[in-house]
């Protein structure tokens, strides 16, 4: 059993800045890409940023140089820190990890939290 477990969503002005986090807990052998996506209201769910256990970043061209995401692999834990928010940032911001369970891989998501960027 995985869970994914996400913090730190919430409502913040245009130009204001958040950090979200998710942990993941249960019974891990590895961990592998760990990711953050989004869905606005009406809209497909898409990547944010994600980064590998090594430390590779990706980041969708709408976040570059206002998103960062970071990873404690001590922590089994990814965080993404957002800045210079714009309302189009809304969303339900989800976290994903690949991982493995012995020697069974799964992708798992977390219950997402809501980010609000509204003045």
């Known amino acids: 059993q995985v869970q994914l477990v996400e913090s730190g969503g919430g409502l913040v002005q245009p130009g204001g800045s958040l950090r979200l986090s998710c942990a993941a807990s249960g019974s891990i052998s590895s961990l592998f890409f760990m990711g953050w996506y989004r869905q606005a209201p009406g809209k497909q769910r898409e990547l944010v940023a994600r980064?590998?256990?090594?430390?590779?970043?990706n980041y969708a061209d709408s976040v570059k140089g206002r998103f960062t995401i970071s990873r404690d692999n001590a922590k089994n834990t990814v965080y993404l820190q957002m800045n210079s928010l714009k309302p189009e940032d809304t969303g339900v911001y989800y976290c994903n990890a690949d991982l493995t369970i012995a020697t069974s891989w799964g992708d798992y998501w977390g219950q997402g939290t809501q980010v609000t960027v509204s003045s």
């Open positions: 980064i590998s256990s090594s430390g590779s970043t």
